[in-house]
Every structure is written in C-alpha cells, then in structure tokens.
C-alpha cells in the first residue's frame, strides 16, 4: 500500500511543484542588480538555524526533566 500512496503523492505534489521551476523557452534570465541585503539575510538566517540548533542540542538534556514535568 505504501507504493501506492507514494506514487500517488508525488503525482499530486509534483503537478504544481513543476510549474513553479520550469520557464518558457523564451524567457531567458535577465541580469540584475546584486541585492547585498538579500544574501546577508539568507546568509543570517542560516547561522541563527544552526545555532539555534547547536544551542538547543547543549541545553536540552540539562532541562529535559523540567520539560516533561
């Protein structure tokens, strides 16, 4: 059964992803300012995700016990 909902899945989900990414023949990449504030944002975000993520792994056995109270 698991097959089955897979292909299924990726029919219904791929049917709107694709569009998204694929371009018209005809349209072809304009070249454009660069945006500094865009990549230093994503660039940002990314460091606040791993520590964050870093972060979390240290602390979460010291309070584990709180937690679940």
Do not use: H, Q
Request: glycine share 8%.
């Amino acid at each position: 059964m698991a097959p089955v909902n897979t292909v299924a899945s990726l029919f219904y989900y791929l049917r709107w992803i694709a569009p998204a990414f694929r371009r018209p023949a005809d349209d072809k990449p304009k070249p454009g300012r660069p945006r500094p504030f865009a990549a230093a944002a994503a660039v940002l975000a990314a460091g606040c995700v791993l520590a964050l993520g870093v972060g979390l792994g240290a602390v979460a056995p010291l309070v584990e016990g709180t937690l679940a109270r």
